[in-house]
Every structure is written in C-alpha cells, then in structure tokens.
C-alpha cells in the first residue's frame, strides 16, 4: 500500500510539473492573430453597409437631381426624398475583379418595385426574410456582418453558397458600385458589383412629397389611414397624381385635399401601394409599404 502511495505521489508531482511548463503562447497568438483577422473583416462590412444603404437611397422611389464628381473622383449623387429634402450621397466605385458575395439590387417586373438580391457564385438570387419573401428595398436596409467563425452575414443569418455550406469571409476586395456614368438621354446609370445595371432617371422638376413614412406599421386595421400628399416643382402645376398599384390594401384619392385614404381588409397582414406624380417628361414613384401590428 505505501508503495502504491509513493508511485501515486510521484506521478501526481510529474502531472502538475508537466502543466506548469506547458507553454501555450502558440494557442494564444493563433486566437489573437484570429480575432484580429475577425476585427478587419468587420470593418470591411462596415464600408459595405454604407454603400449598401446608399444603394436603397437611390431605388428606393427617391428623386436624383444631379450627379456630380468630386475632387477625388468620387460621385456626388444628390435626390429629394419624400418630405422633398435635399441630400446627397458619396459613392466611390471600383471596376476592378470583386469577392462575392455581394448584395444588390433587382426591379420586380410584377409590382415594379425594387427588392434586395444577393450574388452566390455567379448566382443572383432574392434575398429573402424568414418568412421566404422578398425584402423591399423601401423601408429596409440589409446588414452584411461577419461572425465570431468568419462566416458572411447578412441580418445575422449566415450566408450558404448552393451546396448549403457556410461561406468563409475573406479580405478580397467586394464593392456595392463597380461603375456609375450619365447616359446621353440623361439618365443614371449604375453597374453594381454583381454586373447588374440600374438606370435611374435625373430631374429636379418634380417631387411628390408624403406626409407618411416608407413603412406604416398598422395597429387597428378597422380605421382607415389618411396621408397628405403634396407636388412640388416647376412642373408641379401639371402633374397629375394617381394610385398606380396597390397589393392587400385598399387606396383612394381626394385631390382636392390631397389626401390618400388606405383602407384595410381584417384579414390584412402586409400590403403595399404604389403613387405616382407624373408630366410630359417625367415620373415619380413613391412606393409605400404596410405591415399589421
């Protein structure tokens, strides 16, 4: 039995001298070199998001007035939004080979509406929410992240290519705007980093402004909804304004008040409605978005 014990000692004092001497600054600099790789990918997402929320600036039924360049060769794009303020967003391009995936944006012929797609492997696809809807791009701002594992991200969900397999962030350069130039007829055109290309008409003569925001959260769907509307503009005297397209709700107009009357169905959960303000020349589109409470 003493025996036993002295061996036990022994072995026990080999065990606790082992992990005193054990040196695991390998491990240490191996999760801190990851952390840090982790930290730059997040700050490449970051860049990515503002370009991203430019991008539903521009489609999302805002007005562009003017394109411009600045003394770095960046594009000032500047457009009036739906309580006709004036802003303007910087976008710098890159036309170079890009990393994807990349999120973008894609006109749905059906309601004429633009919704967010995001590129896989050559493929684009809608990006959609948990329900398998499309995500509108009026109201709704995707956000592209990357995770504690490296993995892509977009509103936390983690992106998969089409075998179903998580997709590794790397630090290749990814851009939202690869080229952006005026057409002779004077429209915008925009090359995203998908390949994809937007035409968006410039004009500052027109605005059709909306007491409402993009997206109306619906509490009690038994009361009708009234939104002012007013035109705005040098050609605000012959436009005319009309309810192009309504989807699950029901929209009439008073113009003599210029209001806009929504009614709901009780069995409403979403919907949305298009109006528009148009002339001779020229066309604006407001799309507004509802959702049940």
Known sequence: MKRIYIFCSVLLGLLLGSCKDYDDSAIQDKLNDFKERIAVLQEKADKLNKDISKLGYLTGGNVITSVT??????????YKDSNNEEK???????????????????????????YWTTTIGNETNWLTDNAGKKIPVCGYTPEMG?????????????LKDSKGNPITATTDETCIFKKIAKTK????????????TLTLEIFNSLNLKLKSDAVTTVSDTSKPLKIEYEVTGESAEDAIVAIAQTA????TLDKETRTLTVTFENSFDEGHLIITAYELRHLVIRPLLFKKN
């Open 146 to 158: 990357v995770n504690a594992d490296g993995y892509w991200t977009v509103n936390g969900e983690i």
């Open 88 to 114: 303007a967003v910087i976008v710098a391009t890159r036309e170079d080979v890009i990393e994807i995936p990349v999120l973008g944006v894609r006109l749905n012929n059906e309601d004429q509406l633009y």
């Open 185 to 196: 007829d004077g429209y915008l055109e925009i090359t995203l980093g998908n390949g994809e």
């Open 248 to 251: 699950n709700v029901k929209a």
């Open 69 to 78: 360049q600045n003394s770095d060769g960046q594009y000032v794009l500047t």
